[in-house]
């Protein structure tokens, strides 16, 4: 009847909601849920700029596509957007026409100028499309790193926790499932808390490295359109 009362007591005595084991955890498990939690948060955080961001950078590059291949003059195009235009094709394009318009105002001559002056329109438009991307992909690594690492490091936890576990039921000498059970949540909640924080970082990365990939291609390949369409205009000059 004295066990039975003093089992009932410790089970009473230990708040098994996540705030409660929260408070309970030893100090090392603290920190790692710490940890996941602000990893989790930043991550949440990451994945809805870049919804917005990479969203936005293909509604840009369609608006730009229309626009460039209904027929007008690329000068009034260029002129149309400035030299600093909102997304990534309309400032490879426009890096492109600045270089073109600086070489073609002097004036040119010889087929080596104008081998010269397609190398440079090559090389602008590669440059501000590696600068773009760059742009593009800022935060994909911390994403990348929180797939990798989180439920690791929830694992840690977990061993950490089950470790003090054990050393309190060797210290109590009492094996009852009233004294294990506590400890043993509060080491599983690490773990979950490393899924928790793993498992979105690793979508949200394949989602938006397949969408970076996809933009990357499109402007290679408007790139290589491009370049091609100032050589023919050249070889007109």
């Known amino acids: 009847m004295q066990d039975t009362l003093e089992t009932s007591l ?3 005595s230990h708040d098994l909601s996540i705030w409660g084991l929260f408070l309970a955890a030893d100090i090392v498990v603290k920190a790692v849920m710490l940890m996941l939690i602000l990893a989790s948060i930043w991550s949440w955080a990451i994945f809805f700029e870049k919804l917005r961001y990479i969203g936005r950078e293909y509604r840009l ?5 229309d626009e460039f291949w ?5 000068d009034r195009l260029y002129d149309q957007l400035g030299a600093d235009p ?3 094709m309309p400032r490879v394009f426009s890096a492109a026409m600045r270089e073109w318009r600086r070489a073609t105002s002097r004036g040119v001559g010889s087929k080596e100028s104008i081998h010269s002056l397609s190398q440079r329109i090559e090389r602008t438009m590669s440059v501000t499309i590696s600068r773009e991307l760059s742009a593009v992909e800022k935060g994909m690594t911390f994403l990348a790193s929180v ?3 989180a439920q690791d490091v929830g694992l840690f936890g977990t061993v950490w926790g089950i470790m003090n576990s054990f050393q309190s039921i060797a210290q109590s ?8 059970a506590p400890g043993i949540a509060e080491a599983l909640f690490a773990t ?7 498992i979105p970082a690793v979508v949200a990365y394949n989602r938006f490295s397949s ?3 996809g933009l990357a291609s499109r402007l290679e390949t408007f790139s290589g359109e491009f370049s091609t369409i100032l050589s023919r205009q050249l070889d007109e000059r």
Request: aromatic fraction near 2%; glycine fraction near 14%; charge should be negative.
């Open 70 to 74: 209904s027929g007008g003059a690329l």
């Open 147 to 149: 797939g990798a690492v």
């Open 173 to 180: 000498k009492n094996t009852s499932l009233a004294v294990v």
């Open 192 to 198: 979950a808390l490393g899924l928790a924080a793993a």
């Open 86 to 88: 909102d997304g990534t």
């Open 61 to 65: 590059a369609d608006d730009f596509e």
């Open 211 to 213: 969408q970076i990939e």
């Open 10 to 12: 410790t089970v009473t």
